[in-house]
């Protein structure tokens, strides 16, 4: 299997990166396009595949294509590559906001599209995709996709409609999740700490409550009535995050995130 890359900065090279590591497949059957010489020769010199400048190149080339450009690039790239792209290619598109209406009325009611939201944790085989697949995608061509997206992290299968839902979930989520251990670690160092045991110390706190979410399967508010003991420290710090209105802070954000994707 041939997999290609239109674009190869964060997200692009995440992906590359898990695919490679995981030995999914070799250096040499993964080729990816960037106008950036920069991000060219970086990709190169670390993963050590072909890139090019010519995106027809790479989308002529590869039996799974994934579009990895920013949303307001997309229509340009596709009108660029779309008659050369194969009639058995997979397109695979994790463009935030482009959804399977949009990918088909410019790539070809023909094309077999994919429509994905990975996110950043790709970099350390732990990212979070979501996947839709469009009407020509077979279910063996589905079972390749997701099993690419796997060997970087979890994929799952979900409804367009929730596509929205899961950019602000999952897509953009890393973000609010690093600001949270920022804030941790500056207390921490307000608490006498060394930064760089107070980065240590929030992180590992946050991956371990997550992989307690993911593998215990309780319920996260029970989880957190396990650590808040009566007249305990923990829930005299719940008490002033709830004054500060930290979930409606949270929930807040990921509306307009939500409501971003809807509109790009």
């Known amino acids: 299997m041939k997999i290609g890359f239109i674009g190869a900065g964060n997200m692009g090279h995440a992906i590359m990166g898990g695919i490679l590591s995981k030995g999914l497949v070799s250096k ?6 960037d106008l950036s010489e920069e991000i060219r020769k970086s990709v190169s010199d670390e993963l050590g595949i072909k890139m090019t ?4 190149e ?19 790239v596709i009108n660029d590559i779309k008659d050369v792209i194969k009639a058995e290619t997979v397109v695979v598109s994790i463009m935030a906001g482009r959804n399977l209406a949009w990918l088909k009325e410019r790539l070809g009611a023909d094309k077999k599209i994919v429509r994905t939201m990975p ?3 790709a970099l350390v085989l732990e990212a ?8 020509n ?6 079972a390749s996709v997701l099993e690419i997206f796997g060997s970087f992290g979890k994929a799952s299968v979900v409804n367009e409609n929730t596509m929205d839902a899961v950019t602000a979930v999952s897509g953009s989520s890393p973000a609010y999740v690093f600001m949270f251990i920022e804030a941790m670690a500056d207390a921490a160092v307000k608490e006498g700490m060394a930064r760089k045991d107070a980065y240590t110390f929030a992180a590992q706190a946050v991956l371990g409550s997550a992989k307690m979410v993911l593998e215990m399967g309780k319920h996260p508010g029970e989880l957190k009535d396990m650590v808040c ?12 995050l709830e004054e500060k ?13 939500a409501e971003k994707s809807r509109t790009i």
């Open 28 to 33: 040499e059957d993964v080729v990816a396009a």
């Open 53 to 56: 400048a010519d995106n027809k």
């Open 58 to 76: 790479v989308a002529g080339a590869v039996d799974v294509l994934f579009l990895a450009v920013k949303p307001i690039y997309g229509e340009a």
């Open 119 to 121: 996110n950043t944790p």
């Open 128 to 135: 979070m995709t979501a996947i839709c697949p469009g009407e």
């Open 137 to 142: 995608v077979s279910d063996s061509e589905l």
């Open 229 to 240: 003991s009566p007249a305990g420290t923990t829930i005299d710090a719940v008490k002033v």
């Open 245 to 257: 209105g930290f979930r409606g802070a949270v929930m807040e954000a990921m509306h307009q995130c």
